[in-house]
């Protein structure tokens, strides 16, 4: 929510429209609290409870049921309420956080290629590789092969390279610490520690971080906090459901289970 409302004339946007639907509304309500409030532990458990009835009432899921949800599902429909709610204004939402990416089908027989544009959402799903974020981008990037059949020679196998001309303006990075073990006939937990660099250059273009969500707890249980950096004190803020932590430093910041980077 605080980087969405960092978007230019977002907030204006946001209160011109606040009468279309609940979540905008909601988002409008949220974001005029002062500091001071947010350590309101009646204040925030209300506005966080009438937004997750805000998407729910929008996108037919039920997020105020008290379940556990994965946050980047949840994520998804808010910005899928969004755009319901903000109509022909949905484009400046659009234009800060969709980009494009490129697939490159090259026929590993023939060597016939193929381009496919398409638009992306601005979350990337990471495989945790190396020990840092970059390592991780470029085994998103790496070169892979594919089962796909070759419209020229019918052959089974082509290669796929990605890239991205168009980065969004906003990116939500997502590491894969969830994964089915065979062996195990589960799903895991990956808990290997990735460094999440203060500022990241993807394609040519420079991000600052902005926050990130944990994950605690096990593949089984848990539940997620929400670590927003605070430019006025140079320092991150810690929201643990209702509560607001003190401000923290960056070095004591970040754990071994950040689930989302923004």
Known sequence: ??????????TE??????DKGPLLRELCRLCSLPPGMQSSTFTVRRIVSEFCRSVDHTTERNFDSGQQYDACFFLLSVFDCMRSELGDDAVLLETHIQGEINSTFTCLNCYDQTVTRSSVEP??????QGHAIPEALIDYYKTVVVDRTCKKCDHQYSQLDRDMPV??????????RFMFSISENRVQKI???LKAPSVLVLEGKTFELASFVTHHGSDGAGYYTATVWDKSSGKYNLYNDAEFAMRISEAKSKSDSEYIYC
């Open 1 to 10: 929510v605080t980087v969405l409302m960092n978007i230019p004339r977002m």
């Open 13 to 18: 946007i946001m209160n011109n429209n606040s």
């Open 123 to 128: 979350i990337l799903s990471l495989p945790i």
């Open 167 to 176: 980065v969004s303006d906003i990116i939500f990075l997502q590491l894969k």
């Open 191 to 193: 808990e290997t520690k």
